[in-house]
Every structure is written in structure tokens, then in C-alpha cells.
């Protein structure tokens, strides 16, 4: 059973995947979920690029502004016309490319990498079942994902660009905007709504009803456990949402004022419109989404950390009970603390004070989960391969983005934060150096089941130690141009309000502050290069990587290894039986220090 | 490759997996309209003041239409039963009843939704505002069936009020509208949430008819898929009607 499971078997692969599928049912309209995870993967990827250079072009503005961007300023000047005539950016299209930066990074990036790939690829082989199970509702789930992220590339070229509010679209602003941008936005989060929506519902079913047998519940991997809380965040979080999109998209196209208050003056005349509305409903709705999604871009990352740590320690992970129960407790808790963003729409100290409560309750079980991964590093004969690397160094980064979230969780301090670029800096913390490396972690580890090679091991370091340096050069500078009081979406990078244009005024922004907006280019820049090799040694290694020697190369418990390599349509040769635990590595007595899932007892 | 579970329920959830995915469905629209309840309670409570309108809609059609969502209640439920009975021409009977009751509701809903696009409130010159159904018009003059009233504040409560022909000048008019959604928050939130509801009905009806029509050949083939198909679908239309019981105090009766 043992040597069955481990020696490389590759000969099933070729004739079990396509099962005489045309190329359109194997790879286009697959409804195999390795094949939809992998859609989604590379979709996401393509979205993560484009999120990235949108932003790139941004920090070329705001480090100088008014001058044509570099290289890429005649592109847009010819593509966009107007908004960036002569190579430089617009305030309209800095507005522009602020929105969709956000929008693109967590909605159609960060979020279908961590759930519809990571998700989808591995919840089936993990719980040891044969597919997803909805295949069809799973394979809508990629269209309609594509669909939205077409409608939101699309809103760039049309007239008047893309939407300009913001990623958080507060209205009335969103809706006064006279263009059409916002309406494709709105249309594209909906189709994103509805695929999340088939998303989540089948991670869940398949988890409750597809776990292979033997399989209990605190059997499950611990990733396992990260995507289940967050499809529950998707599944009831995100309907809310789909309630203010409808809304507003009434408001924009039926003219109604669900969010347009009574004495609306936009441009200076009183606007022509019923009224009554309130703004603040808007804010409600998005937050209660948006607050539970950030649990969303985190918990798959926590998860993916888990499981390289577990295997790369050799030892289990500590606290496994706890940190399911803390990634259960967030899950429910999540839902509580929406309002902690808005503390500066004039709310009442009571309910202010709510709401710093139920978000100080939230960082204890982030905590536990965070301290529990450390003390699983404790006395582990640890192996520093890149995926290791990349969930060591997430430990910290996460561990400041969390911190740093404190302050702005009291209303007392967040009044002076809130709107700076300390909150950029702190959410970057979270999902950049944080979700972002777990990914890339997840990418370098499971990259040997889902092609049979590894990746180069060198040009893993070099991207490694290039991304961690200039992740902490863009986002470590941007703490301390927030504390200055220097506000967030600004397109001249805060010129305005700096000692040089405010002669006499004392508060301006210092020319020290100004100048880290340099540093922060060239960070940028860099963080930029550094994906170079591992894009090139991502597509490289597909072809010419250097081939495993087992289906098993990492020595690891859970189900998904003891799948062939690649996993076939149906994944498991026979259907897998659970008979132990996720993480029994160094178990005493045995003449190997791990012990698969599916090896029986004796 | 076959799927475990598609039919037959998993011994330790008790459950088969269409029916889980669709009560985490539910769950989900629980949050949608959940959502918009808590929207139109929050917009009616920040509304300025007078500003809010009462009886604006009829109670006879939103109670006659309460009631046929409630017979298609039962009609789903027993053609569910007919089919766990293994009797066809039973489902068949009750389906079809479910449709049509369906149907009558969607249409009084669309009668109520032209009442409403028909019905004018026009602002004169001299500051008096006209209101009612439009009847007639011609190049120089509107008909209105409806009634004079000297400020938008009379306008609020919808009902008790005399219908009677009213003919107004197209010159002395400063201001028409319908009651479309723009008109006010009310209307907005009226048509947004019966709207959406409406939809539901709609989808609900294209998965009835589909099964009452082709999707019933399944029945010769597999019949117990055949009825978990119908029940999952009666879940979602039970979940259909119990949304418009909110809606129907909500909108019609406060």
C-alpha cells in the first residue's frame, strides 16, 4: 500500500484526463475542478499583474506629478486619449486607476486566487474526494468570474474611463460622477457576487459531503478548515453587497436617491432628483461585505501557511484544535465589526464603542492562530526551501499589518489616521506581504503535484529575498507619511499640502515626508523586477523544471500527495480511507517521520 | 467518474448534496433580502420628516396575491408528495396548478406596476399639484382621473380620497412625473423589492416549467432524482413565498 502510494505514477495520467473531451470541454469549458482551479489561477495571476502596473504608474504621478510617465505614458496617451495627453496622468485617470488598483486586487486578484484556485484545486484532494460537487455550477462560477473581470477591463476604454470613487465607491460621489464607469463596476461586482456566490456554495457542500471515509471533522487539514470559514464569509457577506450594487445601480440608472440625500448641490446647482436618501446606508452595506472579505483574502493565506509549515517543521502543528476554533470564532466575529470604518461619519460613542469592543475581541483569535504557527516553528528540524520562506516571512509581515491595525480600531486614534497613509500601509501589511507571500508559498509548494517538476530552488531565493526587501521599502515608508497626516488618494502625492506650498503655514507636509514618495517609486520599481524570475522560472520550469522523483516529494500526511502526479480526472486510483489525523509527522515507532492519512493503523 | 451523494443521502449528514447546496443558497438570499429589509428600514426611519406615504398601494390585490403564494405553497408541497406517492399524474396536476397560480400572481404584480407608471402627479404654474391616473391626451390638454390638492404633504395619505376627472392645459403645467422609482424613496424601494422578488417568482417558474414540461422525462428514467429535483425546487419557492410575507405587511399595510 505504502510503495503503491509513493513511487511516481505518471502512466495514468494521459489517458484517464481527457477521456476523448475535445480541447473546449478539457480546458475551456472543463467542469474538472484542477482544471477550473488552474483557470482561475492564471486569470487571477493576469489580474494581480495588471493591478500591479496600474499602481506602478500611479507611484511614478505622485513621486512627479505633472511629468509624463516613462515608457509607459505613450501607450496610454494613444489608448486613452485625452486623460493622458502627452504621457501624463490625469487627476481623472489617477481617480480611475486608484479604483480599479483596488477593485482588480481584491476582488478579481487577490480573492479568486485564494478561494477559486487554492480553493478549488485542493479542498477535493485534501478531503479525498473525486471532484467539486456541483461541477457545473463550479465551472458558471469561472464564466461568470471572467465575465465580471471582462466588464471591469472593458470600463477603461470606454468613454470617460473607469470608475473614479474609489474601490469603497461611497456615494453620493460614486453616483454624481457623470460618466459611465461606475455603471460597469456595478455590473461587473455583480457578476463577481453571483460567482462567488456558486463558488462558495460548492466548497461547502463538497467539505460536508465529500470527505472521504474516516475522514472527521478535526481530521480535516487546517487549510481545509480556512476555506470552509471563508466560503461562509462569501456566502453571507457578500449578498449585502449585491443589496447596495442594486442600489446604487437604481440610482445611477432609474434615477431613484437611495443614497442621494435631500439638497443634493453637485457643481453648484441643487441636483434634480427626488432625495431622501441616506449616504450612510451605502457605507453600512459596503462595510458589512468588506469587512468580512478581508478575513477572506486572510484565512485561505493562514491556511496555506498551516500546511507548509507543518511539513517543513516535521513536527505537528501546535495548537491545531485552537486554531480551528479561532478561525470558526473569526468567521462569526467578522460580522460585527463593520462600523470600526466609519468611526468618522459622526456615529455615537456608544455604538463607537461597540464596535471597538467587537474589534478588539477579533484580534484575539487572530492571534492565536498567528502564535500558534510560531510555537509550531519551536524545536522543528526545519528545511528552508523557498516555500518555507515565503510562510516564515509572512509571520512577521502579517504580524505588523495586524498590529498596525489596533490604532485604527479605537476611535480615539483612528480620528487622526483614518483616511492617511498609515491605513494603506496597514492593509498592504496584511494582503501584500501577507496574503500576497502565502500564495506565492502555496504557488513554489504544490507547483510539483500540479505539473510533476519543481521549480528552480535559486531563482525562488532571488524572488524571495528581492520581494520581501522591496515590499518593506513601499509599504514601511507609507506608516510614517500617515502619521505625518498626509491623506490617501491624492494624485499629486500631497504636493498641495507640503512646506513648499504652504510658505508660512506651519502642518505642511516636510520635505523629508515628500521625498520618501521617491523611495517608494523606486521600491516599487524594484518589487517590480524582482517578479521577473519568478515569472520566467514559473513558465520555464512547466516545461523544463527538474522532475519529481515521487508523487510525495515533500514527505508530507495529507490526502492530496497521495494522489498520481498530476492528479487525473477523479484524482484518487482508488478512493481514498482516512484512518489518523492531518499532521502526524516524527511519530515515534515508525521508521519514517511522517505518516500518511490513508496509511491504516499497525 | 461519479459523484457520491447526488441521490442518495450521505449516512452521517442525512442529507443528499443538492440539498445542502441549496440551504446554503437560501442562506445566502436570507442575507440578500435580509439586506434589503434593513435598507428600507433604515431609509423610512432617516426619512425627513413627512415625507413617508401610507396606503399608496391596494390592500384587496396585495391580499389576493398573499393568497395565491400561499396555495402555491401547498399546490409545490403536494407535488412533491405525489411524486415521493409515485404518482405522475397527480404531480403533473399540482405542478401545473403551481404554475398557474404563479402566472395570476405575476400578472396582478404587472397590473399594479402600469397603475402605478400610469399615475401622474403634474405641478401647475400657480403651485397647485394635480393627481391621478392619466385617461386621455390631447396636443393641448391632459385628462387626469384624480384630484386637486394644494401641497405634496395631502398627497401622503393614499387613501379615502375622491377620483374625479380633471382636465388640465398643457401650458399651465411646470411639472410631470410619473410614479416611476425616481419619484420618491418609497416608490424606489417598492419597485426595487418587489421587483427583485418578482424576478425570483420568474426564475422559480422557469425551473417549474421546465420540470413540469421537459425535465419530467427524467421520471421514466430515474425518479428518485426526479424528486429530489422537485424538492429542492419547492424549497426555493417555499423561500419565494416567505419573502413576500414580509413584503406584503411591509409595502401594503403600514
Known amino acids: 500500500m505504502e510503495s503503491a502510494a509513493h513511487t511516481l505514477d505518471r502512466a495514468h495520467v494521459h489517458e484517464d484526463h ?83 488598483h483596488g477593485t482588480i486586487m481584491v476582488f478579481l486578484a487577490i ?149 442621494l440625500p435631500t439638497g443634493l448641490a453637485v457643481g453648484g446647482n441643487l441636483a434634480n432628483i427626488s432625495g431622501g436618501g441616506s449616504p450612510l446606508l451605502w457605507q453600512h452595506l459596503f462595510w458589512f461585505l468588506a469587512h468580512p472579505e478581508v478575513y477572506v483574502l486572510i484565512l485561505p493565506a493562514l491556511g496555506i501557511v498551516a500546511e507548509i509549515i507543518a511539513v517543513n517543521t516535521r513536527k505537528p502543528l501546535w495548537g491545531y484544535r485552537s486554531m480551528v476554533y479561532s478561525a470558526l470564532a473569526i468567521g462569526f466575529i467578522s460580522f460585527l465589526v463593520w462600523a470600526h470604518h466609519m468611526y468618522l461619519t459622526g456615529m455615537g460613542t456608544r455604538i463607537a464603542t461597540f464596535f471597538q469592543t467587537t474589534t478588539m475581541i477579533i484580534s484575539i483569535p487572530s492571534v492565536i492562530i498567528l502564535s500558534s504557527l510560531l510555537i509550531s516553528l519551536w524545536g522543528g528540524s526545519i528545511r528552508f526551501n523557498t516555500p518555507m520562506l515565503f510562510a516564515l516571512a509572512f509571520l512577521p509581515m502579517f504580524g505588523i499589518g495586524g498590529l498596525t491595525g489596533l490604532p485604527l480600531g479605537m476611535s480615539l486614534s483612528d480620528i487622526h489616521l483614518h483616511d492617511t497613509y498609515y491605513v494603506i500601509a496597514h492593509f498592504h501589511y496584511v494582503v501584500a506581504p501577507g496574503t500576497i507571500f502565502a500564495l506565492f508559498a502555496g504557488i513554489y509548494f504544490w507547483f510539483p503535484k500540479i505539473t510533476g517538476r519543481r521549480m528552480s530552488e535559486y531563482w525562488g531565493r532571488v524572488h524571495f529575498w528581492g520581494s520581501l ?53 523606486w521600491g516599487a520599481v524594484g518589487l517590480g523586477l524582482a517578479q521577473i524570475p519568478f515569472i520566467i522560472n514559473f513558465f520555464h520550469s512547466i516545461r523544463w523544471g527538474e522532475k519529481v522523483e515521487s508523487d510525495n516529494p515533500w514527505a508530507s500526511t495529507t490526502l492530496e500527495w497521495q494522489t498520481p502526479t498530476p492528479p487525473p480526472h477523479g484524482n484518487f486510483l482508488r478512493p481514498p480511507q482516512a484512518y489518523r489525523g492531518p499532521y502526524e509527522y516524527s511519530v515515534p515507532g515508525y521508521d519514517k517521520d511522517y505518516v500518511p492519512q490513508n496509511q491504516p493503523p499497525g | 467518474m461519479d459523484i457520491p451523494y447526488t441521490i442518495q443521502p450521505r449516512p452521517d449528514t442525512g442529507v443528499y448534496n443538492a440539498k445542502v447546496g441549496m440551504w446554503l443558497f ?93 399615475h401622474y402627479e403634474v405641478t401647475l404654474k400657480d403651485g397647485r399639484i394635480a393627481d391621478g391616473h392619466l385617461v386621455a391626451e390631447t396636443a393641448t390638454a391632459l385628462q387626469l382621473k384624480g384630484r386637486f390638492v394644494k401641497d405634496h404633504a395631502e398627497l401622503l395619505n393614499g387613501r379615502g380620497h375622491a377620483h374625479e376627472a380633471v382636465t388640465i392645459e398643457k401650458s399651465r403645467i411646470q411639472k410631470i412625473e410619473n410614479y416611476a422609482p425616481r419619484h420618491n424613496t418609497f416608490m424606489a424601494i417598492y419597485f426595487t423589492m418587489t421587483g427583485l422578488h418578482g424576478l425570483h417568482v420568474l426564475g422559480g417558474m422557469v425551473v417549474f416549467a421546465y420540470l413540469w414540461g421537459p425535465g419530467s422525462r427524467m421520471w421514466k428514467t430515474q425518479p428518485d432524482r426526479f424528486t429530489n429535483r422537485v424538492e429542492i425546487a419547492g424549497l426555493f419557492w417555499h423561500f419565494v413565498d416567505l419573502v413576500w410575507i414580509f413584503l406584503f405587511p411591509v409595502l401594503y399595510l403600514t
Open chain 1, 18 to 100: 481527457h477521456e476523448g473531451l475535445g480541447f473546449l470541454r478539457s480546458y475551456v469549458f472543463s467542469t474538472d475542478h484542477k482544471v477550473i482551479g488552474l483557470q482561475y489561477g492564471f486569470t487571477a495571476l493576469c489580474f494581480l499583474l495588471l493591478g500591479f502596473t496600474l499602481m506602478l504608474m500611479m507611484r511614478w504621478q505622485m513621486a512627479h506629478p505633472g511629468e509624463a510617465i516613462p515608457l509607459a505614458g505613450p501607450l496610454l496617451a494613444a489608448v486613452l486619449g485625452d486623460v493622458a495627453a502627452k504621457g501624463v496622468m490625469s487627476p481623472d485617470l489617477y481617480n480611475s486607476f486608484g479604483a480599479m
Open chain 1, 111 to 259: 480573492v479568486p486566487l485564494a478561494v477559486g484556485a487554492y480553493g478549488n484545486y485542493l479542498v477535493p484532494l485534501q478531503i479525498g474526494a473525486n471532484d467539486m460537487a456541483f461541477p457545473k455550477l463550479n465551472m458558471m462560477s469561472y464564466q461568470f468570474y471572467l465575465a465580471g473581470g471582462i466588464v471591469m477591463f472593458v470600463s477603461f476604454f470606454i468613454p470617460g474611463g473607469a470608475a473614479q470613487s474609489g474601490w469603497t465607491s461611497y456615494a453620493p460621489l460614486a453616483t454624481v460622477v457623470p460618466t459611465s464607469g461606475q455603471t460597469f463596476w456595478l455590473i461587473g461586482m455583480v457578476f463577481l457576487i453571483t460567482s462567488s456566490l456558486l463558488g462558495s456554495v460548492n466548497i461547502i457542500t463538497t467539505i460536508i459531503q465529500l470527505r472521504a471515509p474516516g475522514l472527521t471533522w478535526m481530521r480535516l487539514p487546517f487549510f481545509v478548515w480556512a476555506q470552509f470559514t471563508a466560503s461562509f464569509l462569501l456566502l453571507l457577506a457578500f449578498p449585502p453587497l449585491e443589496v447596495a450594487g442594486i442600489l446604487q445601480l437604481m440610482d445611477k440608472v432609474a434615477h431613484t436617491s437611495f443614497f
Open chain 1, 469 to 521: 526587501i522591496f515590499m518593506n521599502v513601499v509599504f514601511m515608508p507609507m506608516f510614517a507619511q500617515g502619521l505625518a497626516g498626509m491623506l490617501r488618494r491624492m494624485s499629486d502625492g500631497g504636493a498641495n499640502y507640503s512646506q513648499a506650498k504652504l510658505e508660512g503655514v506651519t502642518g505642511g507636509l516636510s520635505p523629508a515626508i515628500m521625498s520618501l514618495n521617491h523611495y517608494i517609486l
Open chain 2, 26 to 118: 437560501l442562506a445566502s438570499e436570507v442575507m440578500l433580502f435580509g439586506g434589503l429589509f434593513s435598507s428600507y428600514i433604515l431609509l423610512r426611519v432617516a426619512a425627513p420628516a413627512n415625507t413617508w406615504p401610507h396606503g399608496w398601494l391596494s390592500v384587496p390585490l396585495g391580499t389576493v396575491n398573499t393568497l395565491l403564494l400561499a396555495l402555491s405553497a401547498i399546490s409545490t408541497l403536494l407535488a412533491w408528495a405525489a411524486c415521493k406517492a409515485r404518482m405522475f399524474d397527480r404531480f403533473k396536476l399540482f405542478m401545473g396548478l403551481t404554475l398557474v397560480l404563479a402566472t395570476v400572481f405575476l400578472g396582478i404584480k404587472g397590473y399594479e406596476y402600469h397603475d402605478k407608471l400610469t
